[in-house]
């Protein structure tokens, strides 16, 4: 048992967005402990894998500039590790051309300056071979999006944070939260006390919020993560310059559905839909769900020719949702030195060295870099635990 070990903060929760926070707290010489339920690496939660898109085009303008700062320090943390971490392919996206969410996607590319490519009906399939544009549906390519390697990428921040003398203790899952001026945090293996807390546990959120007093409107979702096989090998490949996608809305779903070119798994195209069914995250094997399957494959089969229209190899990933989709990055409403990083609904891996900065500001009572207005608690009506 290791007794009152204290730290400058505590961060809980060692997926991408706790793994930035606790590296940006070292790299200000904060004396930081990083605590992990889970023996790492782990494939539990919604960090795992070995790609994610990065992208600058986005409906909603803050996030695009917020992006603008994060492929910086993508970068920055390569050059530091020596590690490449991104790889450009461009990011494809596809939607009724007169609907609100294609247009949004476009306007906040052209009000931002973003390099990008309008597509239309008599050139696409000379840009982009082997996948059909719908009747209707406009493309563009927002030049600079590509690939994050995800696993390497984690590793790369928590490794980062040790040699800067970060502490990670990873299979203690943390039993209390004790608020106050020095905030302590009890543990399977010990007690640990801090000036500050950060929470970024994804699923796990509500449980810990629990102990302060705090639940907030997060949906746990089990997303099926599926890869799809090429009929000719290499038709959808990195090396062939294929494009990460996305397509808006469609026949078969009002939900984003998103893809990346054949890379991890030879010969096999990572497509998924942007929502799964809910799931309590400690008994997720029991959600069996699969009509985001079948919707991908009408999609697959309708859209991508060159492709198998069944999934071959079937992951699968937790989101947490909020109402709006939008993240939670504030204090709590109560004790001002506890900080949430939460509901990144299944777009927030991208973001990881921004938001671990951020987090990083929030802990030590600093002016935060951006307008965190669209994050905060507050716009949720929350519920007390005893409300519950």
Request: some cysteine; proline content about 5%.
């Amino acid at each position: 048992m290791s007794m009152n070990a204290e730290y400058d903060c505590i961060v809980i929760g060692a997926g991408v967005q706790g793994s930035f926070t606790a590296y940006q707290l070292a790299k200000k010489n904060k004396k930081t402990l990083l605590l992990e339920q889970f023996i790492l690496p782990h494939t539990r939660g919604s960090s795992h894998g070995q790609t994610r898109i990065i992208r600058k085009a986005y409906e909603q303008g803050f996030y695009s500039l917020m992006m603008e700062e994060c492929y910086d320090l993508w970068a920055q943390l390569e050059r530091e590790a020596g590690v490449k971490l991104y790889r450009q392919t461009g990011l494809l996206v596809m939607g009724p051309e007169k609907s609100q969410s294609y247009q949004q996607f476009k306007n906040t590319l052209e009000k931002n300056n973003t390099p990008m490519m309008v597509l239309n009906c008599d050139n696409f399939s000379q840009h982009i071979p082997h996948v059909k544009l719908a009747e209707g549906d406009g493309a563009l390519v927002d030049i600079s999006a590509g690939v994050l390697y995800a696993d390497r990428a984690l590793k790369t921040a928590q490794g980062q944070f040790q040699k800067m003398g970060g502490v990670i203790r990873d299979k203690e899952v943390v039993t209390d939260i004790m608020p106050g001026p020095v905030v302590t945090v009890s543990t399977s293996a010990g007690v640990y006390r801090a000036k500050s807390v950060v929470i970024t546990a994804g699923p796990w959120t509500n449980k810990l919020l629990a102990h302060t007093g705090l639940q907030l409107p997060l949906e746990v979702v089990k997303i099926n993560v599926c890869y799809w096989k090429e009929k000719v090998p290499g038709s959808y490949n990195v090396k062939q310059q294929f494009p990460c996608f996305l397509l808006t809305e469609g026949e078969e779903s009002k939900e984003h559905i998103y893809g990346l070119p054949s890379n991890e798994y030879p010969g096999l195209v990572k497509i998924c839909y942007h929502m799964g069914s809910k799931t309590d995250p400690d008994q997720r094997d029991k959600q069996t769900d699969r009509s985001d399957i079948e919707i991908l494959q009408r999609y697959v089969n309708r859209c991508l020719p060159g492709l198998v229209p069944k999934p071959a190899v079937v992951e699968s990933c937790l989101y947490t949702l909020t109402p709006d989709r939008h993240f939670v990055l504030d204090c709590h409403p109560t004790y001002s030195n506890i900080v949430i990083g939460t509901g990144f609904s299944g777009h927030g891996f991208k973001f990881g060295p921004i938001i671990g900065k951020l987090l990083c500001e929030l802990s030590l009572g600093e002016m935060p870099s951006y307008d965190l207005s669209p994050f905060r608690v507050r716009r949720f009506q929350t519920m007390t635990k005893s409300a519950l």
